[in-house]
C-alpha cells in the first residue's frame, strides 16, 4: 500500500474562512478568467513557512479587504483539482472580523459582498459558487460543524 504522497508526489494545502458577521457570510466573487463571476468563501494557498492561522487572516485580509480572527475549524478536504498538478488538502476555518476598516481587495477578487445563509443556497441553486468544494462547505456552514483550533496546532 503505498501513501498519499508517494501516490500524488505533490500535495498543495489551501485555506478557506467562513466570516460570520450579523448572521451574514462573507463571500468574494472571483476575477480569474475560468471561474470569473462565481462567488467562494475566501481561501487560497498557503505559503512556503507560513502557518495555516497566518496564511488564513493573510488570504481573507488580500481577498475581502478586512481583518479577522479565526475562532474555530470548520472541516478539512482533500481533492485533485482539475488544473492543478498533485493532491490538495483544504483547511476551512470560521473566523470574525477584527475590524471594520476595508483595504483594497487582491487583483483576483472583483468584489466582495454579506450574505445570509439563504442567499448563498440561492447562489448554490443558480450554479453562482466556484467549486464543487464551496458547495460541501455551505453544507458545513448550514449544519455549524465546529471544531476546536486546539486539534492542529502542535503542543
Known sequence: MSTILEKSKIVNIICSIVIENDNKYLLVKEAKETVKGLWNFPS?????????????????????????????????????????????????????????????????IIESDWFTLEEIEKLAKENKLRHKTTYKQLNDLKENIRYPLSIIKAP
Open 44 to 108: 487560497g494557498k498557503v505559503e512556503f513557512n507560513e502557518d495555516l492561522i497566518s496564511a488564513t487572516k493573510r488570504e481573507a485580509l488580500e481577498e475581502t479587504g478586512y481583518k479577522c480572527d479565526i475562532t474555530d475549524l470548520m472541516s478539512i478536504y482533500y481533492f485533485y483539482w482539475d488544473d492543478m498538478i498533485g493532491l490538495t488538502v483544504r483547511f476551512n476555518f470560521w473566523g470574525k472580523l477584527n475590524n471594520i476598516k476595508k483595504n483594497p481587495l487582491a487583483d483576483d
